[in-house]
């Protein structure tokens, strides 16, 4: 399942540094777009996304630390993008590879992505006390009034598969990639349109519970059919900005 070698991470660091520096330079010199006759293909486009997403967006399992976008909901991806463009979501390279991309070639990016088939598999699962697991499963399964945490799943989905548009799949996610975005949420690093839901619940969220939410998500068996479900198929139990205001659609 995991067959990514310890170096695999590093070398992928190793190629998304030499695609910055290549960008840069490129970029300060201008000429060499033209000289090159790079065609303005979408392959060409998302070829900027390969080095750290993998080729068909399926990510770096072991570490979580490249995000998988294969897959996830195309109005979620978008507006990542426009997220990493406005500055509500901060990661250098990001904000860089969108700066100049209009909402027309956003939007297309996340379509490509959205619609690529890649078989998910299961990350490391991180050593965990019984108890740390059952904490997990209340918080995404139940919630917990007396912190007034709502369960994941009432807006994540039954399935925690996600809701279509704009909410994104939990099972499947590297306990990494979890703990640091709502870390992330936290500290500001992360936001989305007001209200932020997921900072409110990432702030009522203690390390340890984020610790928990995150071991006991990875721990899980992904379901037989990933999809998200469809729209306007949750009532969500606070409001987000990006749910517009109905609450369910985008
Ligand atoms: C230098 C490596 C690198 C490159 C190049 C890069 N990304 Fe990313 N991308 C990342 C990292 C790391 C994150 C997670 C950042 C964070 O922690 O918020 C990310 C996050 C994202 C997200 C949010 C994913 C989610 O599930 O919320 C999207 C969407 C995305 N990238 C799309 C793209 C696209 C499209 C391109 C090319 C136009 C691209 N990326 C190029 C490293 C990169
Ligand atoms: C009220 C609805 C709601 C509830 C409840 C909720 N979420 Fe979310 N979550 C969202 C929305 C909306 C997004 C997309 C945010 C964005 O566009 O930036 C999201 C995104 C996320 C992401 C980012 C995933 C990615 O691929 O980058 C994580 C992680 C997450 N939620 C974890 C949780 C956890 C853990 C819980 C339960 C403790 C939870 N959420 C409960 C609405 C909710």
């Not at 006390?129 to 918080?139: C, D, I, K, N």
């Not at 198929?233 to 369910?248: D, N, T």
């Amino acid at each position: 399942m995991m067959k990514t070698s310890p170096g695999t991470h590093l070398t992928r660091i190793h190629a998304a540094v030499a695609w910055f520096v290549a960008v840069t330079f490129v970029g300060a010199s201008g000429h060499a777009v033209a000289a090159a006759k790079v065609p303005d293909t979408l392959q060409q486009r998302i070829a900027a996304c390969t080095a750290c997403h993998g080729v068909h967006g399926e990510g770096e399992l072991k570490s979580g630390f490249f995000p998988r976008l294969a897959g996830k909901p195309a109005a979620y991806l978008a507006r990542q993008l426009q997220n990493f463009q406005d500055g509500l979501r901060k990661y250098a390279p990001m904000e860089y590879t969108v700066r100049q991309l209009s909402p027309a070639y956003m939007r297309e990016i996340a379509e490509y992505f959205a619609t690529q088939q890649v078989p998910y598999a299961r990350s490391p699962v991180p050593n965990a006390s019984a108890a740390m697991l059952q904490r997990g499963e209340q918080l995404t399964s139940h919630g917990d009034p007396a912190l007034k945490i709502p369960a994941c799943s009432s807006c994540h989905g039954t399935q925690l598969t996600g809701v279509q548009p704009s909410i994104p799949a939990l099972v499947g996610l590297p306990y990494d990639y979890v703990s640091s975005q709502l870390g992330s949420w936290r500290t500001g690093t992360r936001a989305s349109a007001a209200p932020d839901c997921m900072a409110v619940i990432a702030r009522r969220l203690g390390a340890s519970d984020i610790s928990a939410v995150a071991t006991w998500l990875a721990s899980r068996e992904l379901p037989a059919d990933m999809q998200a479900q469809p729209a306007g198929s949750i009532k969500p139990p606070l409001r987000c900005g990006v749910l517009g205001e109905h609450g369910g659609g985008a």
